[in-house]
């Protein structure tokens, strides 16, 4: 048996589903390279790096 769901629940499960991972990778990249670098495994300018490369990964994502 089927369940009925309501068309807002699947909208808002589908934004969720879409949107969550997207921000995860464009505000966690950039984070965590903050972190590394202020703990001086990487270099300031991998932050630079993180945010090109949490942008395109964030883009990626969003398009799958």
Same mark, same amino acid.
């Given at each position: 048996? *089927?369940?009925?769901?309501s068309?807002?629940?699947?909208? *808002?499960?589908g934004?969720?589903?879409?949107?969550?991972?997207?921000f995860?990778?464009?505000? #966690?990249f950039?984070?965590l390279?903050?972190?590394?670098?202020?703990q001086?495994?990487?270099?300031e300018w #991998?932050i630079?790096?993180?945010? #090109?490369c949490g942008f395109?990964?964030?883009?990626l994502i969003?398009?799958?």
């Amino acid at each position: 048996m *089927k369940q009925e769901i309501s068309v807002n629940y699947a909208i *808002k499960r589908g934004q969720i589903m879409v949107n969550l991972p997207v921000f995860i990778v464009l505000i #966690g990249f950039p984070s965590l390279s903050w972190y590394l670098s202020n703990q001086n495994i990487i270099p300031e300018w #991998g932050i630079l790096v993180a945010i #090109g490369c949490g942008f395109v990964f964030a883009w990626l994502i969003w398009s799958l």
